[in-house]
């Protein structure tokens, strides 16, 4: 598939993601966030470092997650903890819970000072001697995301989670990024790149 028709194809997933997700209803979705709140927090900003901050994440990208984790390991995500949680969730309940972490605001953490320098050189501008793009040409300058493209709001998330979902793009346990997109770029990254850019971007706003 060429690069041209996996734009079209990631834009009219998102199309149809955002549509979902805009019948969603937030007040609805917050009586529901009860079974989600051990994780995530009360309102969607987790205290435990290796669990992902969801508050503030588009509801189209919140929704696909939902979906692929309902796939279970046949699917191209495959948490043991949240396939459990989401089968017995339906699509209405999805676009609910998305429409309400959307409307929350993710909490800013800090960057390790050793780390800043090298994660800011990555986050803005890649590392071209071995192919590694900037991280903000698809995440955006302050991470805030690109909610049509399904490319998840960074700036503030817990960076041991990044560094966790990095591991799995590289090591191919994870694939639900467009075109390999992720893959292809965690596999040209060293240990010690990820984890400056998951420090950086973890006090990033």
């Not at 588009?58 to 979906?67: E, G, K, N, R």
């Not at 903890?81 to 017995?88: C, R």
């Not at 800090?110 to 991280?135: E, H, S, Y």
């Not at 984890?195 to 950086?200: F, L, N």
Request: proline residues 3%.
């Amino acid at each position: 598939m060429s690069r041209f028709a996996v734009t079209i194809l990631t834009i009219i997933i998102g199309i149809f993601g955002s549509v979902a997700a805009e019948n969603g209803n937030p007040i609805d979705g917050k009586t529901k966030s009860a079974a989600c709140i051990a994780c995530h927090g009360v309102d969607g900003n987790a205290i435990t470092p290796i669990w992902p901050k969801i508050a503030g994440l588009s509801q189209a990208y919140t929704i696909q997650q939902l979906m692929d984790f309902q796939k279970g390991e046949s699917g191209p995500r495959y948490e043991a903890t949240m396939y459990g949680i989401v089968q017995s969730l339906t699509t209405q309940d999805f676009a609910d819970l998305a429409a309400y972490y959307a409307t929350q605001t993710m909490s800013v953490g800090a960057a390790q000072v050793d780390k800043v320098a090298l994660g800011q050189q990555i986050f803005r501008g890649g590392n071209l001697a071995t192919g590694v793009p900037a991280c903000a040409a698809c995440h955006g300058p302050t991470g805030a995301g690109n909610a049509l493209a399904l490319f998840p709001r960074l700036g503030g998330q817990n960076s041991d989670y990044i560094i966790a979902q990095m591991n799995k793009f590289r090591n191919n346990q994870r694939s639900n990024d467009a075109n390999s997109i992720m893959r292809n770029i965690a596999s040209k990254m060293t240990d010690k790149e990820i984890e400056a850019v998951a420090s950086y971007v973890a006090g990033l706003h």
